[in-house]
């Protein structure tokens, strides 16, 4: 045996080799498991996946902790809340949010250490289940030091409460659909002020009073026994300030706002249950133009009513106000066109109240031009309104005014182009 190792000294190399790896393997793997017992015993760990909401919050949270202005491994990122904080830097028009990148990134979180990991897929699969372009899943670990689960849960919902206030008060978060199907951070703005709605007259404080009575009748509902959940139609033709509507209400009642669209061919039945369903407690379900994904079905060999190829009628149905349906939540639908929509889908249980909110009145036109100029003469206002063309859109006076905003006078010498100008440029928003 010497021999053979004397003729060929590799062999020492290799079997050093393996001994060696196989030493520093066993400490590696001794060294983990001592840390493991460690954190088990002082920290507590909480994980984020990248397809939770949540993650965004720890992201914005990240980006404003002192702690990234120092980092050294940082990872950019297109920033949506609107509100500053953090390190960030405009680029173009487009805020650039910044965080601490892959890795462990350790640092106070007031008197408490926290050690933040980040990890990344090592592959993006090609295609999301649905059907979508889906880039690599991402994590959080987020490790507080502190023997109690509950301090840790405190901190780290402290921490991320900041980041959604932006230490400045209530803001409006909006979730759009993720390229896993899931629901996703899409912005975050201040909530609107209910000022600035303007409606007919009597309408706001009517819609407002009709929420404010389900968010405060929560033990009422339990003690009757009723499925604690709302349902509202708005409709009305396109411009009349249906959208905006919605998302001044979800503010006023500090409602975060899941927007989804019925007409997405990724939506399924099982979609459409899990997305309800994964909605924040609380939250505002609004489904825009819902008479364009419903009112055109059809029949399939099953006799099922469907909606697609994909979601069926029933399926609506069911996910609205079906046995599984998720309590707590407000679904708000809008539509321009109501008499297309079928009796089963406005009837009460699904849609409990209804409201029309048509083109802009006199008393509305006088309101708005008050808020555009509020140091103009006073008849000036009721003068611009005896301008406005019947039937002109909220929309449409809200672009002409914001066209004058500086010009009062003109304003009001000009309503005879407000039709000429509304039909030169399509509304692409609705109004104020």
């Avoid at 045996?1 to 290799?14: N, S």
Wanted: aromatic share 8%; net charge neutral.
């Amino acid at each position: 045996m010497l021999e053979m190792l004397e003729r060929h000294p590799w062999v020492w190399v290799g079997a050093i080799g393996l001994v060696t790896g196989a030493l520093l393997g066993a400490v590696q793997k001794g060294r983990a498991t001592l840390w493991r017992l460690a954190v088990g015993r002082v920290a507590t760990t909480i994980t984020v996946d990248s397809d939770d909401p949540l993650f965004h919050w720890v992201k914005v949270w990240l980006s404003r902790h002192p702690y990234t202005d120092r980092s050294r491994t940082l990872q950019a990122g297109t920033d949506t809340s609107q509100d500053g904080g953090g390190v960030i830097q405009t680029v173009g028009g487009i805020r650039v949010m910044f965080i601490p990148g892959l890795g462990t990134h350790w640092f106070r979180q007031g008197l408490t250490w926290v050690a933040v990991s980040k990890s990344q897929e090592q592959e993006a699969k090609a295609l999301s289940t649905n059907g979508r372009p889906a880039s690599r899943r991402e994590s959080y670990s987020i490790t507080v030091f502190t023997r109690t689960p509950a301090t840790a849960r405190k901190i780290l919902t402290d921490a991320l409460t900041d980041a959604l206030t932006g230490g400045e008060g209530r803001k409006t978060t909006f979730y759009g659909l993720s390229t896993w199907g899931s629901w996703m951070v899409a912005d975050q703005r201040r909530a609107r002020d209910a000022d600035s709605v303007v409606l007919a007259e009597g309408l706001w404080e009517d819609i407002r009073a009709d929420l404010t009575r389900f968010k405060a009748s929560e033990a009422k509902y339990r003690a009757l026994g009723v499925p604690y959940r709302r349902g509202y139609l708005f409709k009305g033709p396109p411009g009349s300030g249906k959208t905006s509507m919605a998302v001044a209400l979800a503010g006023l009642a500090g409602m975060d706002v899941c927007i989804l669209s019925l007409a997405d061919p990724a939506i399924t039945d099982a979609k459409l249950r899990t997305l309800m369903d994964g909605a924040s407690a609380g939250s505002m379900i609004l489904i825009e133009d819902v008479d364009a994904a419903v009112s055109g079905r059809n029949v399939n060999t099953n006799g099922n009513l469907t909606t697609g190829d994909s979601l069926t009628f029933s399926g609506v149905l069911n996910a609205l106000d079906g046995a599984a349906a998720k309590e707590g939540r407000v679904v708000v639908m809008t539509t321009n066109h109501p008499e297309r929509l079928d009796d089963a889908l406005v009837r009460p249980g699904r849609i409990d109240r209804q409201w029309y909110i048509g083109p802009a009145d006199h008393s509305q036109a006088v309101r708005l031009f008050r808020r555009f100029y509020p140091a103009a003469e006073s008849e000036w206002a009721s003068l611009f309104a005896d301008g406005v063309p019947p039937g002109t859109s909220m929309a449409t006076l809200q672009g002409y005014l914001l066209s004058r905003a500086d010009h009062a006078a003109l304003a009001v010498a000009e309503t005879d182009r407000l039709n000429a100008e509304a039909e030169s440029k399509p509304e692409a928003v609705e109004a104020a």
